[in-house]
């Protein structure tokens, strides 16, 4: 039995709606009439409370009146509990318990759970959590050999609370991440050594649903037009490059392809970040020039040509000959670094120049 319960706790933080399904598994196991999880921050001078129960009475009616009035008075919140120790109502009611620890008991007995036992599992990543056990008469009170059992699976439970800390500070990270480029209007994709699609952003999902120049097949991302696998084609990307999709149609689109940070390490995680801009900005000229010390001309024939426009039609648009165009051309490669035009795109995708409007 101790075994299943283990099992459940490490499963706990892993699945779509972590935690929600142990307190069942601890109150069967244990013949509890509730078992229940409770998490708790403090931010600034707020603190922020969630708790998971399962019990084997209608806690429907009991739920709403606990969240508005009693939860003030539940030990976790009053009592200073030593991390791993177990409370029982004996402690809550102690000398200097006083008239709100008289209240919960009253309340609590009230529904059925005449006997309890809680214990701080500890504080991870400035998250608190608690474990508070329940019985009725009919169970009894616990004794020493059920305050064993609870004892040996605490170190599992703090655990488990660390996994869940550390998943939570991940997607966190992945959110913020995903929700800064969606500010900029930037797509987002991230995907693993196989091409197949794990992340996405908001913009990303737009245009994948269109099933335009970039689609999901099966789960991994295919570019439309493109004939080669392109796990292989990442594969021999140089960090930074750009990828050209949709050439020659209406869709073109430039694809910045960045190695994944960590992606060298031995993970089923992302291995490829795809960064684009769905419906590109114009590039401020004015921002080429002062990022790249470039002459009002210059800068306005790599705007140009960051726009997709070819050498000689750049140089069309500006007047030029083809002759001047390309001296144009040699010269911005020179001031900027860039090695080809492809190059380019990468140099003002990635710099704060595409920011200054």
């Known amino acids: 039995m101790q075994s299943d319960i283990i099992e459940a706790i490490y499963d706990a933080p892993l699945t779509s709606r972590p935690w929600a399904d142990l307190p069942a598994h601890i109150r069967r196991a244990f013949g509890c009439s509730a078992a229940m999880l409770t998490f708790s921050r403090c931010n600034g001078s707020q603190t922020q409370s969630q708790s998971i129960y399962d019990t084997a009475w209608d806690s429907r009616a009991a739920w709403p009146l606990y969240e508005s009035t009693y939860r003030h008075f539940d030990p976790i919140n009053r009592l200073t509990m030593r991390t791993g120790s177990l409370y029982d109502y004996d402690d809550v009611a102690a000398p200097g318990g006083g008239e709100d620890a008289d209240r919960y008991l009253q309340f609590v007995k009230s529904l059925g759970a005449h006997y309890g036992l809680f214990v701080h599992l500890g504080k991870h990543r400035g998250l608190d959590a608690w474990l508070s056990l329940s019985r009725d008469t009919d169970e009894g009170n616990f004794n020493a050999y059920d305050a064993g059992k609870i004892k040996a699976l605490l170190p599992?439970?703090?655990?488990?609370?660390?996994?869940?800390?550390?998943?939570?500070?991940?997607?966190?990270?992945?959110?913020?991440?995903?929700?800064?480029?969606?500010?900029?209007?930037?797509?987002?994709?991230?995907?693993?050594?196989?091409?197949?699609?794990?992340?996405?952003?908001?913009?990303?999902?737009?245009?994948?649903?269109?099933?335009?120049?970039?689609?999901?097949?099966?789960g991994r991302l295919r570019i439309a037009g493109m004939d080669a696998p392109l796990q292989r084609l990442l594969r021999k990307q140089e960090d930074g490059q750009v990828i050209v999709a949709g050439q020659n149609t209406d869709q073109e689109m430039h694809l910045l392809v960045r190695r994944w940070i960590g992606g060298e390490e031995l993970t089923s995680g992302p291995v490829f970040a795809i960064y684009f801009e769905n419906e590109p900005t114009e590039i401020s000229v004015e921002g080429l020039r002062r990022r790249f010390t470039l002459s009002p001309s210059e800068a306005r024939f790599a705007a140009l040509m960051v726009a997709g426009k070819r050498v000689d039609e750049a140089g069309e648009e500006m007047g030029l000959t083809q002759a001047s165009a390309r001296t144009y051309c040699k010269r911005l490669f020179a001031r900027t670094g860039a090695r080809s035009q492809s190059d380019l795109v990468r140099l003002v995708l990635t710099s704060i120049a595409r920011l200054d409007q």
Do not use: F, K, P
Not at 165 to 173: D, G, M, P, T, Y
Not at 174 to 195: F, N, Q, T, Y
């Open 156 to 218: 599992h439970l703090q655990r488990a609370v660390e996994i869940h800390c550390r998943l939570e500070s991940a997607r966190n990270s992945a959110s913020v991440h995903a929700a800064a480029l969606a500010d900029l209007g930037i797509g987002a994709i991230l995907l693993d050594e196989a091409g197949a699609i794990v992340g996405t952003n908001g913009i990303a999902d737009n245009l994948l649903d269109q099933r335009r120049t970039l689609l999901r097949d099966e």
